[in-house]
């Protein structure tokens, strides 16, 4: 057994956890393979040596504490005349009253589908979510009390009827769990799917309960409800935003990483296949992103070219090529912690969010009936490639401002129409009539 200096963090909480929640001499140590053991001491003497199926790690220690108090409250109840084993029998028996064995339900899942999905599919378009939905929703709805030393410790996992209390349904329950992707997105379709589908295998096979059956809705339907206007920032709103990033290391690299969204209009995704070529002269993104919707075509590497952000004296060049091209160099990143594949979106607004100038600029556009997301850098790009004449007075052909976003012409005169006609004031009445009324 390591010594208690090189012990984790975790195993600290968790003996400790332990030592407040049962009666002296209860100790909790590593089993072999993916197990732990509880040894119960009396008089100086081992009066029960126990192993229980919880891996000795810090994602099954919060589970395991709560088997060990119930078998410690057994064996109070039974005036210390059970034995050991019969009260973590007992304890079980109790606990899977309460407790949904989501881990054996998501084994049966995939044993369920099978070879329909490839690996790689499963851990990209299912475990995000699925695993979220354990811990953020049931994990997550835990309470805590605090032991004797005022260490918080986690109470016993709500049941059925608990979370029913919580969610009204089994939509605000979903809504819940989905929380982390932005709504109308390919990654939000990919983990509704998922999760629908998991918790309808869970009711219709594994007998759960009827509140985990996902709500009857349609993939057409559910695209058509999550449709939405994405607001393109205005430079000022950036400049105003970025200067409210803390200057340290995590603060200077989300600033990096938002600069190089609007000056370069890049998808979040995007930022993590950022890269330099021609000795540092170009800028170019790696990702691949499904192409117009057709299964299996995707979108080619391309070079990057900017539309620098403005202020009162004109346009800023922050460099940017250039810092990634110096940190390639030294084997540094500039870029922020974006989770796994597929959840950069996820990061950026979770980043976001926790800032205040962000949050009121979504205030403001909310009264514009429009939404504010982790793509209205992007969004502010399409805007002005459109709009923002070149240098000698002429505009740019959608083609050229799709090519330089990394989508089809499609896609783009779908998504970002809206953004092409220059000057339309001056097609109809109201200009010339302002005019003459000046006159």
């Not at 997550?140 to 032991?147: N, S, T, V």
């Not at 260490?151 to 819940?176: F, G, H, R």
């Not at 979106?345 to 600029?361: F, G, H, M, N, Q």
Request: net charge positive.
């Amino acid at each position: 057994m390591p010594k208690k200096s090189d012990q984790p963090s975790w195993v600290k909480d968790f003996r400790k956890a332990v030592k407040a929640s049962t009666p002296k001499g209860w100790l909790v140590m590593p089993g072999r393979k993916e197990s732990m053991r509880v040894q119960v001491w009396k008089d100086k003497k081992i009066i029960g040596d126990v192993t229980i199926p919880y891996a000795w790690k810090e994602s099954d220690w919060p589970d395991a504490l709560l088997r060990i108090r119930s078998a410690a409250k057994a064996y109070e109840e039974s005036n210390q005349r059970l034995e050991i084993k019969a009260c973590f029998n007992i304890a079980h028996t109790v606990s899977s009253e309460n407790e949904i064995d989501w881990k054996g339900a998501l084994a049966a899942y995939r044993e369920y589908k099978g070879k329909k999905i490839k690996d790689s599919n499963w851990e990209k378009k299912y475990m995000p979510v699925l695993i979220d939905f354990k811990h953020k929703i049931i994990d997550g709805e835990r309470k805590y009390e605090k032991d004797a030393n005022g260490k918080k410790i986690p109470c016993p996992i709500p049941n059925v009827e608990q979370l029913a209390k919580k969610y009204s349904n089994s939509k605000s329950l979903c809504k819940a769990a989905l929380k982390r992707w932005e709504q109308g997105t390919t990654q939000h379709r990919h983990m509704r799917l998922a999760l629908y589908g998991f918790l309808r295998y869970c009711v219709e096979e594994q007998n759960f309960e009827s509140i985990w059956l996902p709500p009857a809705v349609t993939d057409k339907d559910a695209v058509a409800e999550t449709k939405r206007v994405g607001y393109p920032l205005t430079d000022a709103q950036i400049l105003r935003l970025l200067e409210s990033f803390p200057v340290d290391d995590v603060g200077n690299k989300w600033r990096f990483a938002f600069q190089c969204m609007a000056v370069y209009g890049l998808r979040p995704e995007d930022l993590r296949h950022l890269h330099t070529r021609n000795g540092g002269q170009e800028l170019w993104s790696n990702y691949e992103k499904s192409k117009g919707g057709k299964k299996g075509h995707k979108t080619e590497p391309r070079r990057l070219y900017p539309l620098l952000v403005h202020d009162v004296d004109g346009a800023i060049n922050w460099h940017l090529k250039e810092q990634l091209f110096i940190c390639e160099q030294e084997g540094r990143s500039l870029i922020p912690p974006l989770g796994n594949e597929g959840d950069a979106s996820a990061s950026c607004k979770t980043y976001l969010s926790r800032r205040k100038v962000w949050e009121a600029i979504k205030k403001e556009v909310a009264k514009e009936k429009q939404e504010l997301t982790a793509y209205s850098f992007r969004h502010r790009y399409a805007y002005y490639g459109h709009n923002r004449p070149k240098a000698d007075g002429t505009y740019r052909a959608p083609k050229a401002v799709a090519d330089a976003l990394g989508h089809t012409l499609d896609t783009h005169l779908l998504s970002y129409a809206r953004f092409q006609t220059k000057d339309l004031a001056n097609q109809f009445d109201e200009t010339s009539l302002l005019v003459k009324a000046a006159a």
